[in-house]
């Protein structure tokens, strides 16, 4: 029988926080448009006796995640120094927190799309540093420092994570979850968040974790996916061969769509971490965690709750419209517009998400404000144009800068409700179908609602689309009786 196989996989990921300024200093932290170091000080630059200073903001935004992941925050933590030498690492050591982290022992629940539920350890939480950019080109390598001491938190899973599925899921879920908190972008194309993954095998049924290799150079979500999918493949493949598996760092590469070997553990650094002596203690007194609760922004569930309660939506709506953020805050404005969350979650669900999917676009970059789509929805409530208008309309409104009132004007796609009018088309298509009026007549009670359906179709098709088809189907009904 062929053995068989179980994969272990953690995961640590960083993101930037937006804290106005870095870490230690007052640089700006909005550098992303700026001349490369024009964003930099004594202090950033690790000049010779430059003394850190920890930013007030940056503890307030590391208790909101600590708070969002469920984790037990420590009253008093420290900061420490990790020492390598790297020419984007300008004071030749990293401030972190080694010894004790200011958060540890959280969780989320994660719910796969099958349904399955698991729980994911966070291990700690820890604040620490970035480094500067190193730019190569060609036979040159720049460093830019805009980057260098920009506030960071490293999120350390437990090694709960059984698949790349679940990997995935999990990543999506925190990404969501620190999203509702506001303390980060969390983009990996903006390379706010960042994501490294530990993978190894065991024997399924084993209670001995195999040798971990560590993956790094993972740039989306989907590249860590592919990246374990792969390791675990490898490993196994190894093993099987009467190889063994090296604790190593390995970087994976997206055009190849493999891993490759980055450092050995032979090369692996000795940080040789101590306490750092320029910072105090940190202390985070239970009075500012109490502080920072009254800050946090409402959560996933509690948005997902209120938007049951208070809009009365099916719960599968109300998990859609709070996945992320934006897209809830997007339903709450065209609901002020529109007065109706079943009808404005309808449209949100099919043609926004729709147009979204396929033109590769976030909610924030929508052609459709929710302005617009609050307008659309409400032409469709005062029976200006139909439904079937209505998608022509939004269709439109994708590459059209007019008001949608307005393009329903210019473009005359109002609502036929003329009585005389209607009565003119129908009359039409009774003369034009003998055969269908007949086929009617004949009909038992089953199928006379097709046959009404298919004239009322004609008399729409006629109309294009513009008459009433509240008004097409009495006077269709009361002429066939
Ligand atoms: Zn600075």
Redesign the pocket.
């Known amino acids: 029988m062929a053995r068989q196989w179980e994969s272990v996989i953690g995961l640590e990921v960083h993101l930037q926080l937006k804290t106005g300024t ?1 870490v ?4 700006s932290a909005d550098y992303d448009n700026s001349p490369t170091n024009t ?7 690790g000049h010779p006796g430059a003394l850190p200073k920890l930013n007030k903001k940056v503890v307030e935004c590391a208790v909101k995640a600590a708070l969002a992941l469920n984790c037990k925050i420590n009253n008093v933590s420290g900061f420490d120094r990790k020492n390598y030498f790297y020419p984007d690492t300008p004071k030749n050591y990293q401030i972190t927190q080694f010894e004790k982290p200011y958060c540890e022992k959280g969780f989320l629940d994660v719910k796969l799309n099958s349904g399955r539920e698991f729980t994911v350890g966070i291990t700690r939480i820890q604040i620490e540093e970035d480094a500067g950019k190193s730019i190569h080109a060609g036979s040159e390598s720049l460093i830019n420092f805009n980057r ?2 920009m506030p960071l938190l490293e999120i350390i899973s437990e090694p709960d994570l059984r698949s790349s599925e679940e990997a995935y899921e999990y990543l999506n879920l925190l990404k969501s979850t620190i999203k509702y908190t506001g303390i980060s972008d969390v983009s990996m194309e903006l390379g706010s968040l960042r994501c490294d993954a530990n993978i190894s095998v065991m024997e399924k049924g084993s209670k001995v974790f195999g040798t971990r290799v560590e993956v790094k150079n993972l740039n989306s979500f989907k590249a860590v996916a592919r990246a374990i999918d792969y390791e675990i493949g490898r490993q196994i493949e190894a093993i099987e061969n009467g190889g063994t598996i090296d604790q190593e760092t390995r970087l994976w590469d997206d055009d190849a769509q493999v891993t490759r070997i980055m450092r050995s553990k032979e090369d692996a650094m000795d940080y040789r971490y101590f306490a750092e002596p320029d910072l105090p203690k940190l202390v985070i007194k239970d009075e500012e965690i109490e502080r920072v609760k009254g800050l946090m922004p409402e959560s996933k569930s509690a948005k997902l709750k209120r938007f049951i309660e208070t809009y009365a939506l099916p719960e599968y709506d109300a998990n859609i419209l709070t996945d992320e953020i934006e897209l809830a805050d997007y339903f709450e404005r065209v609901v002020k517009v529109t007065d109706n969350a079943k009808l404005s979650s309808n449209w949100i669900m099919t043609e926004v998400l729709r147009e979204l999917k396929e033109s590769g676009r976030s909610i924030e970059e929508s052609k459709i404000n929710s302005e617009d789509l609050g307008k659309i929805i409400n032409l469709i409530q005062k029976e200006i144009i139909s439904s079937k208008i209505a998608k022509e309309l939004f269709t439109i409104k994708l590459n059209d800068d007019r008001d949608p009132e307005v393009i329903v004007k210019e473009e005359g796609m109002i609502q036929v409700v003329d009585l005389g009018e209607i009565e003119g088309i129908v009359d039409q298509v009774l003369n034009e179908n003998p055969k269908m009026v007949e086929d009617f007549k004949n009909s038992d009670e089953g199928r006379k609602p097709r046959v009404l359906k298919g004239l009322i179709g004609q008399v729409m098709k006629l109309s294009k689309g513009k008459a009433n088809p509240k008004i097409v189907t009495e006077l269709m009904e009361s002429k066939l009786k």
């Open positions: 870095k230690w200093c007052g640089c964003h930099t000080c004594p202090i950033c630059l260098a001491s």
